[in-house]
């Protein structure tokens, strides 16, 4: 889309569209709307009310560049710096994980696991953008929180996401390696670990391959090197009768549990996506059995 096109409202819009539609963009009407509206300020329905409104030449040429960065395939969410999560305006950055809409099966259950009104410290391991952690902290106002990730500048973001939605003083966010810094029991740990092999990156679509920070998305050759890594020093310092949430890949529910029950964890539940995948899968310390036999594990 040139300078200089038409800047009634409809024909920037229906250009919009055009020009994204040309670039593979398979939500181009969405995405252009969205755009045109964070662009100029109109409301939604004024491109089919108004659509001859003029539009002055900076807001005009602030949709052509928008438009641009779309048609690079970066994704509506980090143009705009922003993404909904949990009902939650959530602040995005490069070096946070743009928040899925599968990550809601994870907050889901965690707030099966626990009452609305009960006390408790929640453990967020690969904390992004904070949205796990500040989502179950907003359901459960007794709780307090810890988010780790090995990126300052994704702790950054968590930290700001926390302080603007009003949790500053019951959050707490450090750079590290996994569980290395951390002591103490915690009633829930949840944990988004990175669960795609490292040979399938390649294949993932450009809004993602390009624009996701790597470290959110490799997860070894298997895709497994995260749950490995996490499930023989979990058991310290998760509270007796805690609960662990990891979202899985959806074809990585048998993996993950194998691994977990290795360590000694108990499998709690799968929980599904609203696709009907398996998403999230909790385990907790106790009885495990396997073949008839029952044994103690972890520290309970
Ligand atoms: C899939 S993203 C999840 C982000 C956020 N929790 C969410 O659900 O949107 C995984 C996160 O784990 C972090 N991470 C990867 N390896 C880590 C490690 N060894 N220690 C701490 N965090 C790590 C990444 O930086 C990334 O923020």
């Not at 450090?174 to 944990?191: E, H, M, S, T, Y």
């Not at 007796?240 to 108990?266: C, R």
Request: glycine share 12%; net charge negative; hydrophobic share 45%.
């Amino acid at each position: 889309m040139q300078e200089g096109d038409a800047r009634a409202l409809g024909a920037l819009f229906a250009a919009g569209v055009e020009a994204l539609r040309a670039a593979g963009i398979a939500s181009a009407r969405l995405d252009a709307r969205i755009l045109l509206q964070a662009a100029t300020g109109c409301r939604p329905e004024d491109v089919i009310l108004e659509p001859t409104t003029e539009i002055a030449a900076g807001p005009a040429a602030v949709f052509r560049a928008l438009l641009d960065r779309r048609a690079g395939h970066e994704p509506v969410s980090r143009i705009l710096g922003r993404r909904e999560f949990w009902s939650l305006s959530l602040e995005l950055g490069p070096a946070a994980l743009d928040p899925r809409p599968d990550s809601e099966t994870l907050v889901a259950a965690a707030l099966e696991a626990s009452d609305s009104d009960a006390p408790g410290c929640v453990l967020d391991l690969g904390t992004g953008s904070g949205c796990l952690l500040i989502a179950v902290l907003s359901e459960r106002p007794r709780m307090r929180g810890i988010g780790i990730d090995c990126s300052p500048a994704a702790v950054r973001i968590a930290a700001s996401n926390a302080r603007r939605l009003g949790m500053a003083d019951r959050t707490s966010f450090l750079a590290g390696d996994w569980v290395a810094p951390i002591r103490g029991k915690f009633d829930l740990i949840l944990c988004n670990p990175p669960y795609i092999e490292t040979g399938a990156l390649g294949e993932l679509a450009r809004e993602v391959r390009d624009f996701e920070p790597r470290a959110a998305l490799d997860g070894g050759p298997d895709g497994l090197a995260a749950y490995r890594a996490l499930a023989p020093t979990l058991g310290k310092l998760l509270a007796p009768q805690g609960m662990a949430l990891f979202e899985i890949g959806h074809t990585q529910a048998d993996a993950a549990k194998g691994i977990f029950i290795n360590s000694g964890f108990t499998i709690h539940g799968l929980h599904a996506d609203l696709a009907g995948r398996p998403r999230c899968l909790a385990v907790g310390l106790g009885m495990v059995q396997i073949e008839n036999r029952a044994w103690f594990s972890g520290d309970s």
